[in-house]
């Protein structure tokens, strides 16, 4: 009696803490990618491996940027189960700029604005059903925009 | 010293267009105090969580890089008129702030 109780509480407990941690994990600020001052540390504490570059990767930017203050950056993902968007600028202090993780149906596609401190390639990784893939694009800067 | 976030949504069937300021100065600490001089310290928005009726439907998470006062624009499928959409936000020096608005009826 005792046995099977426990086995059913067991059963009952596994499948919740099997959701706790990825839970967690989602909340948690990643400070070692958004710290990384090199474009291979921030890849990789970010958890990309070596993506192939996909064209279902959408980038809109534009191809000069007067202001680095505030340079529009609009990406959509045209792969199916994308879970996760992530945006480098490889050129930046800190390459890793942004991450974007898409739950409950809502559309591959993030629109804001970033700051580049001077030209660079925009790298977005995309986890779709558990791959990762990769697009970039240039942009290139006429001001700065990590001193203001 | 929370500054103000604005708010748009545009529903579309089940989808809402959602357009969010969040009033943030994302400081580099690059920058220069003009009066005083002194370097502005870091400070800037880590993470940007959106729930739609409490269940999360977007999280963000960033760094300096961000524009200040960060502009999102984001898609919401299986939204209604009348639903909550909720947009909170924490930061460096662990300050917060967040919005809460109704799914408007669609056009």
Redesign the interface.
Known sequence: MRKARRILLQALLLPALALVPLRLLAAVWNRAAFEARDLATALREAGVGEPARSEDIVIRAPEIAENGAQVPVEIQSRLVGTELIQLFVERNPQPLAASFRFLGGTEAFISTRIKMGETSELRVVVTAAGRTWFNSREVKVTIGGCGV | MAEPIRIRIKLDGD?ADVRVLIGHP?E?G??KDSKTGEMIPLHFI??V?VT?ND??????????????N?????????ASAGDELAVNWADSRGESNGIKAKVPAGS
């Open positions: 989808l994302m580099t690059l920058r880590q993470t969580t739609l269940r999360p439907v977007l999280e963000m998470q960033c760094n300096q890089a961000v524009a200040r960060p502009y999102l624009q984001f898609r919401v499928r299986g």
